[in-house]
């Protein structure tokens, strides 16, 4: 039986043990002789333990014990990361107080955010049922990705572009899961066929959850339901070198907003088609010793629907084109290294109320990127890396005297450069060190948002004069990997000049800028009025991880982990940056056997009281969770390996207020949940 652990720097991994590889021998697996995780979203080929900065890793099994129908919701308590949790279906992760433009999201290292990034209420176009493992990436790796990775990369991991023959010509998955609080239903299946050296992909899952119960049951918190549904399909041909491939997928999801409008409460009606194509071919010569290639193109759109009227208010609709060519490249002096160009074409536009909110835009990105890894003695490794990008973004600005909307193109050159130190100390023992300046372009919406969003509640106004946001990063890291303890800990600062904020001005409208109490005879009040604007400010944390096993029992492990992480957010002119996590502690005990483990543990968010303007403090509160998983013997299954979990949260059935969440007065996220699961690989 594998049992793969995953202790990446900030993270700790959980600690359900995962079921036996694809066409893996249930009896041959063993812990001790497993491979070296690889991290895919570096541009080299590397380990968890040969990057400067910080990894999180979150495997196959997790994800399908989770339950999670978003990535915030699978993210979200891990050390380091918190989850917006505007709606059950829109939850978008938030690494160190950083979150919207300034995390990026992909699927095999290409963009999909959709239009999650401008405005919480819209969820991120991938569902974690479609993902085989997640990695969230910081430091000079990100600058692949482009400068919307300033706080890190959500990089979502499949194979629906096969890049290898699986063993045996064919493998597959099946999984479901039951919560009770939601009365949650979710299934998925996936496979994969060789014939020949064509290998064809197909997955598929579904989702369907009602109203969430919360403390005070039978209470429910009102359009927290969920339906959504996704089917995927590709094929790749392999070669002795290499690979080529492209897959095509559709992800259709509707979910309510909570704290409606009792008028007509809105729900969220979304899809997206995304196509992708990948080649690789390696073993080309001295120099260039890799090509990789990869490309794709989403279409995007959502309305927000009135459930009793089934009127369309808002109707975003966003396209995107993106490219990526890499070299890995051979010794160049000491350097090996990869060089790649990246461009994108994003086209965003909004009907209806939406179009209020937002004209068409339009955002074209060009940029040239490296990064090199110089052994500088056989226990201390250099990395860098750097970015040179062009960015172009027209759309329209609102003049708030004249209230005309005026075309505008605002043309941005962001650079960007980070470098880093990877020491091993020996008995597993590896330090890091990081520096990092990353410069920032406005998005579209922060330039020239200009109207009200009903999903929000708020009447948000751009500022179409907003220069480019640089963040200047340091972070100290020390983490060990091993059998029987393993420890990280990270320490970071990061300076920003310029920083793109989005806060509450004190001031409501209702549907026009004229009726803004701030306009000339305004005296609007259905909305909050939203702005963006920068100022210079200071992010600092530390976050720690670890496990230790403690004595041995039976035919397993007893064991102790831990995990804590804190972010303080200023504004250089005076009072905090809003919405910024509470400060996390946690610990648990578990149990590991070939075909059984167990855990029990907390999670405790302190009291929020380092509050931005118009902001409230938050209280406190206490997750306790269990799980327990059982690998069913070959005798019942065959060779099948087979599964069974039943895993327990918040089961103090404790109030929980996200402070990050814009809903968080009206809002408690789940009560007292027991969720039964099933997986099993063939």
Same mark, same amino acid.
């Given at each position: %039986?594998?049992?793969?652990? *995953? ?8 600690? $359900? ?9 249930? &009896?041959?697996?063993?812990? $001790?002789?497993?491979?070296?995780? %690889? ?30 129908? *978003? ?39 290409? #963009? ?7 405005? &919480? ?52 998955? $099946? ?54 549904? #996704?089917?995927? @399909? ?10 080529? #491939? ?25 899809? /997206?088609?995304? +196509? ?6 390696? =073993? ?45 490249? #051979? ?33 074209? *990105? ?7 890894? %110089?052994?500088?003695?056989? +226990? ?55 520096? /990092? ?22 009447? &948000? ?22 059998? =029987? ?22 001031? *409501? ?14 005296? @609007? ?8 604007? /920068? ?26 982990? @831990? ?31 070939? =075909? ?8 405790? $968010?302190?009291? /929020?009281? =380092? ?72």
């Amino acid at each position: %039986m594998q049992i793969i652990r *995953t202790m990446s720097a900030v993270m700790l991994a959980s600690s $359900a043990f995962a079921l036996p590889a694809w066409g893996a021998d249930q &009896e041959s697996s063993d812990a $001790a002789t497993l491979p070296p995780m %690889m991290v895919t979203t570096s541009p080299l080929p590397v380990t968890l333990d040969e990057l400067a900065a910080p990894v999180t890793v979150v495997t196959r099994d997790e994800i399908l014990n989770s339950g999670a129908p *978003t990535l915030g919701a699978l993210l979200g308590n891990k050390p380091g990361i918190a989850q917006s949790s505007f709606a059950a279906g829109a939850s978008r992760p938030i690494i160190r107080g950083l979150d919207n433009y300034r995390v990026k999201f992909l699927e095999n290292g290409l #963009g999909s955010d959709g239009v999650s990034s401008v405005s &919480e209420d819209h969820g991120v176009p991938i569902d974690p049922l479609s993902a085989t493992r997640v990695e969230v990436v910081r430091g000079p790796a990100t600058l692949r990705y482009g400068s919307q990775a300033i706080g890190g990369v959500v990089n979502v991991i499949n194979s629906r572009i096969p890049t290898e023959i699986p063993e045996g010509g064919f493998k597959s998955e $099946a999984a479901a899961s039951y919560d009770t609080v939601s009365d949650g239903r979710q299934g998925s299946a996936l496979m994969e066929a060789a014939l020949g050296n064509v290998v064809f992909h197909a997955d598929a899952y579904d989702r369907k959850t009602e109203d969430y119960r919360i403390p005070g049951s039978p209470s429910r918190q009102d359009m927290t339901w969920t339906d959504s549904q #996704g089917v995927a @399909g590709g094929a790749s041909v392999i070669l002795d070198n290499g690979y080529v #491939g492209a897959s095509v997928s559709h992800f259709d999801a509707d979910y309510g907003i909570p704290v409606p409008d009792p008028a007509d409460p809105t729900f969220i009606d979304m899809e /997206q088609t995304k +196509a992708q194509v990948a080649a690789e071919f390696d =073993d080309l010569g001295t120099w260039v010793k890799t090509l990789r290639l990869t490309g794709g193109y989403n279409k995007y759109n959502h309305g927000e629907v009135g459930s009793l009227s089934g009127d369309v208010g808002s109707v975003f609709d966003d396209r995107q084109w993106e490219g990526r060519a890499e070299i890995l490249h #051979g010794n160049v002096g000491p350097f090996t290294g990869v060089i790649g160009v990246h461009a994108i074409d994003h086209k965003l536009s909004a009907g209806g109320e939406g179009g209020e909110l937002l004209a068409p835009t339009e955002t074209q *990105t060009l940029a040239v990127f490296v990064f090199e890894e %110089m052994p500088i003695t056989e +226990a201390l490794k250099l990395q860098f890396g750097g970015r040179v990008e062009h960015a172009v973004v027209d759309g329209g600005a609102l003049d708030e005297v004249t209230l005309a909307v005026n075309r505008e193109e605002r043309s941005f050159a962001p650079l960007s450069g980070s470098g880093g130190l990877v020491w091993k100390l020996g008995g597993n023992w590896v330090a890091g060190a990081t520096a /990092q300046v990353s410069q920032r372009a406005p998005e579209a919406p922060e330039l020239f948002s200009k109207g009200p969003h009903e999903a929000t509640e708020t009447f &948000e106004i751009g500022d179409p004069t907003l220069g480019k946001e640089t963040a200047i990063s340091t972070e100290l890291s020390l983490r060990r990997e091993g059998k =029987d303890y393993a420890f990280e800990a990270a320490v970071y600062r990061t300076k920003f000049n310029g920083y793109v904020l989005k806060s509450l001005t004190g001031e *409501t409208c209702d549907d026009t800028y004229d009726t803004c109490t701030n306009y000339p005879g305004g005296s @609007g009040t259905e909305l909050q009025q939203v702005r963006y604007s /920068q100022q210079d400010a200071t992010f600092r944390g530390l976050e720690i991880s670890g496990r230790h096993s403690i004595f041995d029992l039976g035919a397993g492990v007893v064991g102790l982990d @831990g995990q804590f992480d804190l972010v303080r957010a200023e504004l250089d002119s005076g009072g905090n940056v809003p919405r910024i996590p509470p400060m996390r502690v946690g610990a648990g005990v578990y149990y590991e056997a070939d =075909d059984f483990t167990g855990r029990v543990g907390f999670l405790h $968010a302190f009291e /929020q009281n =380092d509050v931005g303007t118009f902001e409230t403090e938050t209280a406190g509160y206490t997750l306790l969770n269990a799980e327990l998983h059982y690998l069913l013997p070959q005798q019942m299954t065959g060779s099948t390996p087979v599964e069974v979990s039943l895993i327990g949260e918040n089961f103090l059935n404790d109030d929980v207020r996200n402070h990050v969440s814009f809903k968080k007065n009206g809002m408690l996220l789940p009560g007292r949940n027991v969720r039964f699961a099933v997986a099993a690989r063939f």
